[in-house]
C-alpha cells in the first residue's frame, strides 16, 4: 500500500511563510510525477505545483513566484516552501503521487490526508 504522510500547515499572517512536507511510502514506481493541490471550502481542488522524480516543475499562476516545490527522491519525501502568503492561500493542501504504466493502460494515483493553511491576520 502507498501512504503519503503531510505536515506543516498552521496559521500564518498574510505576508508569512510556511513549509509543507510529505513523506511517502510503500510501492511507489521510481519514475513519477508529485504534486501539491489546494482545496477551499466550497470550490474545486486546484493544482498549486507538481514535481517529476526528474525535477521538471510546474506552477499554478497565483503561486508562481512566491512557491517552491522540491523533493528528495532518496527519502521519498517532497516539500513545498511557501513565502508571500496571501489571505486566498487559506486552504486544506494535499499530497499527491501518481504515474502510469502505458504498456498495462493502467494508472496509479494516491493522495494524503490533507493539511490546513490558514493565512490571516
Known amino acids: 500500500q502507498v501512504q503519503l504522510v503531510e505536515s506543516g500547515g498552521g496559521l500564518v499572517q498574510p505576508g508569512g511563510s510556511l513549509r509543507l512536507s510529505c513523506a511517502a511510502s510503500g510501492s511507489i514506481f521510481s519514475l513519477n510525477v508529485m504534486g501539491w493541490y489546494r482545496q477551499a471550502p466550497g470550490k474545486e481542488r486546484e493544482l498549486v505545483a507538481t514535481i517529476t522524480s526528474g525535477d521538471s516543475t510546474v506552477y499554478a499562476d497565483s503561486v508562481k513566484g512566491r512557491f517552491t516545490i522540491s523533493r528528495d527522491n532518496a527519502k521519498n519525501t517532497m516539500y513545498l516552501q511557501m513565502n508571500s502568503l496571501k489571505p486566498e492561500d487559506t486552504a486544506v493542501y494535499y499530497c499527491?503521487?501518481?504515474?502510469?504504466?502505458?504498456?498495462?493502460?493502467?494508472?496509479?494515483?494516491?493522495w494524503g490526508q490533507g493539511t490546513q493553511v490558514t493565512v490571516s491576520s
Open positions: 499527491n503521487v501518481r504515474w502510469d504504466r502505458p504498456y498495462r493502460s493502467s494508472k496509479y494515483d494516491y
